[in-house]
């Protein structure tokens, strides 16, 4: 969705290096997400935040942090990578009031493959 | 613990026929469960969604079926084409979608195939 969108798309890290990966939309939307993907896992939530002063974890935090700088950005921060965090991430995002009885459903951007080596 | 499992991990379905994927949930407080359709290289993007207040729901080709008794719900997709070719998702939250409740727990995936 062109509406959200992740920088950069790709990275290439070595261990113990600090990662920031940004997340941008454009929706209006309060609601930002970010989940890693791995095959055979599926998305598992890192964190969530409901508005730009609402800071969640989710159920694997440990590891990363975020920072909400606006409605429209969220960054996650990986302060010293390590190799099983090479995974795909996704930033995601929500309107609970939306139109048309969806309201739970969740715009994705296009994620970032990241990999530590 | 995994809140959603789904089943079959992949499905190799011939064009024209049926795909079937299934899901079970444990928390009985969900009441919203979408299906999410991902193609390589892009993030999952909603299909289709349903509540428990009814057993099927259907858009196009693609239908959902919903037990709640069981605890499962079941993603249809008729007539099924190569361009179905993706991975899907299951899911499942609370409702309303106040905070807390509009986290999605989602299954590991289904990668379904399609050929011609």
């Known amino acids: 969705d062109a509406d959200v969108t992740q920088t950069p798309r790709n990275r290439i890290t070595k261990t113990g290096k600090r990662i920031m990966l940004e997340c941008s939309q454009t929706?209006?939307?309060?609601?930002m997400y970010w989940y890693r993907q791995d095959p055979g896992l599926g998305l598992r939530l890192i964190y969530y935040s409901f508005d730009v002063k609402d800071i969640n974890k989710g159920e694997i935090s440990d590891g990363y942090s975020v920072s909400r700088q606006a409605q429209a950005k969220f960054s996650l921060s990986l302060e010293s990578a390590i190799p099983n965090q090479t995974a795909l991430y996704f930033c995601a995002t929500s309107d609970p009031s939306g139109a048309g009885g969806r309201s739970n459903e969740q715009f994705f951007g296009p994620g970032t493959r990241l990999t530590v080596l | 613990q995994q809140q959603v499992k789904q089943s079959p991990q992949s499905l190799i379905v011939q064009k024209g026929g049926i795909s079937i994927i299934n899901c079970a949930y444990e928390n009985t407080a969900f009441d919203y469960f979408p299906w999410y359709q991902q193609f390589p290289g892009k993030g999952p993007a909603l299909l289709i969604a349903?509540?428990?207040?009814?057993s099927e729901k259907k858009e196009g080709r693609f239908t959902i079926s919903f037990n709640k008794s069981a605890k499962q719900f079941s993603l249809h997709i008729m007539d099924s084409q190569p361009g179905d070719s993706a991975t899907y998702f299951c899911?499942?939250?609370?409702?309303?979608?106040?905070?807390?409740?509009?986290?999605?727990?989602f299954g590991k995936g289904n990668q379904v195939v399609v050929i011609p």
């Open positions: 349903i509540r428990p207040d009814v």
């Open positions: 899911a499942a939250s609370g409702n309303p979608p106040t905070a807390g409740n509009n986290r999605l727990a």
């Open positions: 929706k209006g939307h309060d609601r």
